[in-house]
């Protein structure tokens, strides 16, 4: 299987993993031969990138760390639980952050969402979600499809997977995994209270716009704070994930520690950054970075790898940092490579596969030379050859 830009898919082109649609409904199954009408209609719909079965990458597996299954039945229960609390809000008029604060407070909000069957099932889904997740030991295949309906709810999932496969690498019980993974499933519900219209804005937002959406964090503590199914550690988690470890983040300006306490998930020190919450920005900016948007595909996964790593220190803590480059490889199986360096130089192909003990050089097929010609498969072990360089396209 290989990721293609959608652009350089053609008729005849086999699908590697299914489409769904806005309200999960399957509108393209796996093994469908795509034709020029469904390649027009997804890209219509906004899809960058999609999942090609052909027979080069066919022995070249992409390992989602949940199921297809559990990863539906958690998206679900996101998506539900995100309309049930927004019916609670549509007819209340609020345009200010302060008179936004004011509707989150009233009884029927937090009611709403708190005795939602869709919140309560969150909870009680987490159990198997967390299951599959703690068989895994490296991120892969996290690339999942996102469009402009189901961005939210499946970034909310995939920034579950990447902190809980980082916070398993930190000892944490599973009572603390839990509630990482509520926190983690829920760190955007404030963008609810934001106008939509506003939120998918194309271009650069004006001050007064980004100071609204930078209060979804704050409106997403004032909804979760005091909710006992909650807690404090994923209603910080809301809070907290766009702060930096020095204070240059938002919605308070907390500072981090730049240090690990292995299975501690808070500090004593009430003013820095929690934990889980540090694990949380490092999840959300490689998911958002990574994350293909309506009309534009995702940066390439070596790209964003860089940009986690440089921010070790000022915006992310730098410890957690070293354990993420430990589960996340620079060239995830599947992505489309092109040698940069070594006598292959030019050549086009595909991560073949990554070994958890050679994050940065994986096994790779090439598929056409620099000219673009069809090459009987080349296939190279970058941990066996220094020579080469390679950079995802
Ligand atoms: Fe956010
Ligand atoms: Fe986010």
């Given amino acids: ?14 699908l590697g993993k299914p489409i769904y649609g806005e309200n999960y409904e399957v509108l393209l199954k796996k093994g469908v031969e795509l034709t020029q009408g469904y390649i027009d209609r997804l890209k219509a719909r906004g899809y960058a990138c999609l999942y090609i079965e052909d027979k080069e990458t066919e022995d070249i597996v992409i390992n989602d760390p949940i199921s297809d299954k559990i990863r539906l039945m958690a998206t679900k229960d996101v998506l539900k639980t995100y309309k049930v609390t927004q019916s609670a809000i549509a007819d ?47 991120l892969s295949g996290l690339n999942s499809i996102k469009t402009v309906d189901n961005y939210t709810f499946e970034h909310s999932i995939d920034a579950a997977i990447i902190s809980l496969i980082i916070a398993k690498r930190l000892y944490f019980d599973k009572k603390k995994l839990k509630q990482i993974a509520i926190g983690e499933f829920l760190h955007d519900i404030g963008k609810i209270f934001i106008d939509v219209k506003l939120l998918n804005k ?30 404090y550690v994923s ?39 929690i934990m889980g919450a540090e694990v949380a920005a490092i999840a959300d900016v490689y998911d958002a970075c990574i994350s293909d948007r309506p009309y534009r595909a995702g940066l ?28 996340m490889p620079k060239y995830p199986a599947g992505s489309e490579i092109k040698v940069i360096h070594g006598i292959y130089k030019g ?42 360089e390679i950079q995802c396209i």
């Fill in 92 to 138: 209340i008029e609020a345009d200010t952050s302060e008179s936004i604060m004011r509707s989150i407070n009233t009884p029927k909000v937090k009611r709403t969402f708190q005795e939602s069957q869709a919140f309560k099932q969150l909870v009680e889904d987490i159990d198997s979600f967390l299951d599959e997740i703690m068989g895994q030991d490296i």
């Fill in 235 to 273: 209603a910080h988690i809301p809070y907290q994930h766009h702060e930096r470890q020095d204070g240059k983040g938002y919605p308070r300006g907390l500072l981090g520690s730049n240090k690990l306490d292995k299975g501690e998930i808070t500090y004593v020190e009430h003013d820095k950054m």
């Fill in 300 to 327: 390439p996964p070596d790209t964003v790898y860089e940009l986690i790593k440089n921010g070790a220190g000022t915006q992310f803590n730098e410890e957690i940092v070293r354990y993420f480059l430990g589960v």
């Fill in 347 to 388: 050549f086009v192909g595909v991560v073949a596969s990554v070994e958890i003990s050679q994050m940065t050089r994986p096994r790779v097929k090439l598929l056409y030379d620099d000219k673009q010609n069809k090459i009987k498969p080349i296939e190279i072990d970058l941990s066996r050859d220094a020579s080469f």
């Fill in 202 to 231: 194309p271009g650069k937002l004006t001050n007064e716009e980004f100071a609204m959406v930078k209060q979804h964090t704050s409106f997403g503590y004032e909804l979760l704070k005091d909710i006992d199914a909650i807690g």
């Fill in 1 to 14: 299987m290989i990721k293609k830009h959608i652009n350089n898919v053609s008729p005849g082109m086999v």
